[in-house]
């Protein structure tokens, strides 16, 4: 029987709490991540308020200095540590992945110099249109459709490009490259970028509209990625016949691989929070496992190095957190953590290699405090062990502290 009838996972997409062991490995802009903090920094260098999660314990998880304006709880309701990644990475995907047990030992290809003329020139064929060769590097998302849409206005001409993540971008206005064509595109681009020397995690489409000098990505974006290369536990719940339900690009992260309901993609953090708790309120939902993810931390603040804007998301999530917890039945675990960070106040605009934070929260808790550091991989062993499955890649339970 299981401890917990269902469980919620929420991801906070990027939200770092400190640089991980291995940081000065990883770098941002040719600068070490190991001076990376999300929010560490969010709260030094612009206040951070976040009453709710700091009541859950977020205050309390172990570093060497505190975070400046979320204070330990001596009562907290829940329980918190923080989390490191054993994979190679520091992506979306390896970040969700490894939560799910799997250990990426070799990580994906990107492109820091743009994508090889073979690629370009392919994508071309296929879709007989010319690709923007300006465009074809790293490129923040917002920028390139400003610098370069008007020009796709005019010409109906391609823009690829990159990020420090292994994709590849493809902009359209909708009115020009509708959206069907687009994501015949993106499939075709998919389908040559499966093996090395260009295994890429995922391929975007990424619509927008509007006039020059005021473009808006629109939310008809849609991630094509591989499949994950081994059984992850979403694979072992499904093969048990237990519920599991992906909100917001969950889905496209796993390429749908043990996944049996997909609530669909969010417009927004909000929408996302609006979805999970139509989801939580189902009546066919008595069992089985929700995984959220919440995007905007990292797509519209981290890449940007928005401290405001990203502080101002997280007050926001904060805000809503009550109405998630309302929604929980007595024997549902909620738990909160992130996949990777993206230190806004940092170097560069790639993800930072950091712990992420875990929070635990259920109305049925006697106890509450801090739990051991340990991995990512932990919170799939743990979810695999309360429904009686076996467990998958690495990582190792916890399920027997959250009392």
């Known amino acids: 029987m299981s401890k917990f009838k269902r469980m919620h996972l929420v991801v906070l997409d990027s939200v770092g709490i400190g640089a991980a062991p291995d940081a000065n490995n990883f770098v941002n802009a040719g600068v070490p991540d190991g001076a990376s903090d999300t929010l560490g ?26 975070l400046k304006t979320v204070p330990a709880e001596s009562n907290p309701t829940g329980y918190a540590t923080k989390l490191q990644e054993v994979s190679l990475g520091k992506d979306t995907m390896t970040g969700h992945w ?30 007989g249109r010319k690709v ?5 590097k790293p490129y923040s998302g917002t920028a390139v459709i400003d610098d370069f849409g008007p020009r796709q206005m005019e010409t109906g001409e391609l823009i690829i490009y990159t990020s420090a993540d292994p994709v590849l971008q493809i902009a359209a206005h909708e009115d020009i ?18 093996e090395r020397p260009a295994l890429l995690g995922r391929i975007i489409a990424r ?8 473009f808006t990505r629109t939310a008809n974006r849609r991630d094509l990625a591989v499949s994950p290369f081994a059984p992850t536990v979403l694979d072992k719940l499904n093969e048990a016949g237990i519920d599991t339900y992906a909100v ?68 926001e999530f904060d805000e809503r957190l ?36 875990f929070l635990a929260y259920s109305p049925s808790f006697k106890g509450k405090g801090v739990i051991p550091v340990g991995h990512f991989s932990d919170i799939s062993a743990t979810i695999a062990e309360n429904f009686g499955v076996e467990k998958a890649m690495i990582g190792e339970s916890f399920l027997d502290k959250l009392n």
């Open 41 to 66: 920094h969010i709260s030094k260098t612009v206040g951070l308020n976040v009453p709710n999660m700091a009541k859950i314990g977020l205050g309390n998880i172990p570093r060497e200095v505190p």
């Open 207 to 214: 619509p927008y509209v509007g006039e020059p000098g005021n």
């Open 98 to 127: 490894e939560i799910m047990g799997l250990n990426i030992t070799e990580p994906f290809d990107t492109f820091w110099n743009g994508f090889p003329e073979e690629i370009l020139t392919k994508i071309e064929e296929f879709s």
């Open 248 to 315: 917001g690009k969950i889905n496209d992260i796993f390429n749908g691989a043990g996944i049996n309901h997909d609530m669909g993609h969010n417009k927004s953090n909000s929408h996302g929070m609006d979805t999970l708790i139509k989801t939580m309120g189902l009546p066919e939902f008595q069992e089985g496992f929700s995984f959220t993810n919440l995007v905007d931390f990292d797509a519209l603040y981290g890449h940007r190095r928005n401290a405001h804007g990203y502080r101002d998301c997280l007050h």
């Open 132 to 136: 923007i060769r300006e465009a074809n």
């Open 322 to 357: 009550p109405e998630i917890i309302a929604a929980m039945r007595e024997d549902d675990l909620l738990m909160i953590t992130a996949d990777h960070g993206n230190d806004p106040t940092y170097a560069g605009t790639d993800h930072t290699r950091e712990y992420i934070p």
């Open 177 to 194: 490259i509708p959206l069907d064509e687009l994501y015949r595109i993106c499939e075709y681009a998919r389908s040559i970028t499966l």
